[in-house]
Every structure is written in structure tokens, then in C-alpha cells.
């Protein structure tokens, strides 16, 4: 993310624990499809595993040479305001 860059009309940004280990993806436009497509991390990083923050239920993540493609579970849904993941 760019420094003090305005949060105003960005789709989702995400941020890194102190120790690198945890991307949080905040999802601030709910899309209306149950997937959402990601680029390709620009670090390179690989991810295994994503969930939900506030609930901790499991995300599906498929991750290719393309990007990275989130999908929620049925009984799941996007946040209105702010949708966060955890991706390891």
C-alpha cells in the first residue's frame, strides 16, 4: 500500500502482522458474486490457508500463477463495510 494514500474509493487493501506471518485483506466493496479475485502478490508470497477474522470459518482460496481467488462458503456472507480475511 502506498503511504498516505486516501482509503476512499479503494475496492480492499491489505496489511501484514508485526512478525509477516498474517496478510489481513480488509474487503471494503462486498462483491456480489462469492468469489473475489486477487492479483498476484507483488512479494511473491504463496498463501495455504484463509478465514474469515470475526468468525474464524474457513475461505476458500485457490492461488495460481494468475492471482489469488477467494470464495465464501454458502452460508457465509461479505461484510457491508469491511470484510476481513486472514490469509497464512
Same mark, same amino acid.
Given at each position: 500500500?502506498?503511504?498516505?494514500?486516501?482509503?476512499?474509493?479503494?475496492?480492499?487493501?491489505?496489511?501484514?502482522? $508485526? *512478525?509477516? !506471518? !498474517?496478510?489481513?485483506?480488509?474487503?471494503?466493496?462486498? $462483491? !456480489?458474486?462469492?468469489?473475489?479475485?486477487? $492479483?498476484?502478490?507483488?512479494?511473491?508470497?504463496?498463501?495455504? =490457508?484463509?478465514?474469515?477474522?470475526?468468525?474464524?470459518? !474457513?475461505?476458500?482460496?485457490?492461488? =495460481?500463477? =494468475?492471482?489469488?481467488?477467494? =470464495?465464501?462458503?454458502?452460508?457465509?456472507?461479505? *461484510?457491508?463495510? *469491511?470484510?476481513?480475511?486472514?490469509?497464512?
Amino acid at each position: 500500500m502506498v503511504k498516505d494514500q486516501p482509503l476512499i474509493g479503494l475496492s480492499y487493501v491489505a496489511t501484514e502482522s $508485526p *512478525d509477516g !506471518k !498474517k496478510t489481513f485483506l480488509h474487503l471494503f466493496l462486498p $462483491p !456480489k458474486e462469492r468469489s473475489f479475485q486477487l $492479483p498476484v502478490p507483488a512479494d511473491g508470497r504463496r498463501f495455504s =490457508t484463509a478465514r474469515l477474522l470475526d468468525s474464524g470459518r !474457513k475461505v476458500s482460496l485457490l492461488q =495460481t500463477d =494468475t492471482g489469488v481467488r477467494l =470464495t465464501l462458503d454458502p452460508e457465509d456472507h461479505w *461484510d457491508d463495510v *469491511d470484510t476481513i480475511m486472514v490469509l497464512e
